[in-house]
Each structure stands twice: as C-alpha cells, then as structure tokens.
T-cell receptor
Framework: SQTIHQWPATLVQPVGSPLSLECTVEGTSNPNLYWYRQAAGRGLQLLFYSVGIGQISSEVPQNLSASRPQDRQFILSSKKLLLSDSGFYLC???????????FGEGSRLTVL | GENVEQHPSTLSVQEGDSAVIKCTYSDSASNYFPWYKQELGKGPQLIIDIRSNVGEKKDQRIAVTLNKTAKHFSLHITETQPEDSAVYFCAASKGAQKLVFGQGTRLTINP
C-alpha cells in the first residue's frame, strides 16, 4: 500500500533562518506531488505541485521554493523565513489517472 | 478557473442528529468531488468522493449527493457521534487536475 511521510512534524525557527521540509511517498511510482499551506483556522492553499522529477509549478509567488530531486521526494525550502510563513504545511500526492489526493500528517512551522 | 464555496463555516449539532454541509462549484466541466475530514493537528483524510456520473453515494453513516445542473454537492452525516467532530473540506476538479478546496466547515458534536 502507498504511504506518505513528512518531516519534521514541528519546527520553530527565527525570522531570517532557512527552511527545509521533506516529503517522501512509498508504494507508488511517478506520483503527482503537492505542497499546501494552511494558516490557523483557514482553508488549504496550494503552494507548489510537481508532475515529475525537476518539474515544479508555483501557484503563489512568495519566498518559498520547492524541488523534486527524486521521483518520490518533494522538498519545500526557504532561504530566509518571514513571520508570515508560519502555518501548517501539508504534502500530498495523487496518481495521474484518478485524481484522488492523499495527504501527509503535516509539519507545523512557527516563525518567531 | 474553478471556484468552490462551502457553507456553513461552523456547524454545531446534538449527538445523534444529522449534519449537512453544502458546497457549490463554478466550472461545469468538473467531474470529481471528494470530501476530506481533518482532525486537530493532522492532515486531511479522504472520507468519501463522488464522480459526476452518479447522483448519490453512501458509506455507512456518510452520504454525498451531487446536483450537476445546479452545480452543488452536499455531505450528509447521520446519527452523529462525538468522533465526527472535525473540520470538513469539500473539493472539485476535472479528472486528475488540481483539486480546488472549499474553505472548510468546523463541525462540533455536542454530547
């Protein structure tokens, strides 16, 4: 069966520090991968999605970036965090043909 | 592009009663409509979905209905239990394209 792993689960970082959140999917090949952000009490905002290695589409311009160095690995990064980057970050995957989206457990980022 | 509106934003019902959450979508070409449940501090979990070739789908106490003409779909939870308390999200997409989510409904079941 397919599983998705996301880490770290929680992170407290100072303003201006770098960020790296990692996500891996097991049990499937060539998934579509997504990064979402959820601000406190808010809906799900799509940040990035990828249909293959090295292919990244950005939905919202900001100081975050994403990379897909391997088929089942998706990384969310920032060189310098802002206070507004605080939130709950969710990685997700789908197969190309069904559209069913499966989420990881999330990473809670607090920028101080 | 697709736009999904979800109502109500909060819903409180007595244990054992039914809960209904409604969503509307704008793109008539959308054909996939999932519902997600998010418990506190966790990622959303798919609980039920419906495709545009059917009007209703049931899974135990949960059902989803779809009205393509009116472009709205609803989640129905019967005989609610305390563990149904969570945030629920609807979404819509065309085939395997990106899902567009509603803003979520915080459901509280009162004992």
């Amino acid at each position: 069966s397919q599983t998705i792993h996301q880490w770290p689960a929680t992170l407290v970082q100072p303003v201006g520090s770098p960020l790296s959140l990692e996500c891996t999917v097991e049990g499937t090949s060539n998934p579509n991968l997504y990064w979402y952000r959820q601000a406190a009490g808010r809906g799900l905002q799509l940040l990035f999605y990828s249909v293959g290695i090295g292919q990244i589409s950005s939905e919202v311009p900001q100081n975050l970036s994403a990379s897909r160095p391997q088929d089942r690995q998706f990384i969310l990064s920032s060189k310098k965090l802002l206070l507004s980057d605080s939130g709950f970050y969710l990685c997700a995957w789908t197969t190309a043909n069904t559209g069913e989206l499966f989420f990881g457990e999330g990473s809670r980022l607090t920028v101080l | 592009g697709e736009n999904v509106e979800q109502h109500p934003s909060t819903l409180s019902v007595q244990e054992g009663d039914s809960a209904v959450i409604k969503c509307t979508y704008s793109d008539s070409a959308s054909n996939y409509f999932p519902w997600y449940k998010q418990e506190l501090g966790k990622g959303p979990q798919l609980i039920i979905d419906i495709r545009s070739n059917v009007g209703e789908k049931k899974d135990q106490r949960i059902a989803v209905t779809l009205n393509k003409t009116a472009k709205h779909f609803s989640l129905h939870i019967t005989e609610t239990q305390p563990e149904d308390s969570a945030v629920y999200f609807c979404a819509a997409s065309k085939g395997a394209q990106k899902l567009v989510f509603g803003q979520g409904t915080r459901l509280t079941i009162n004992p």
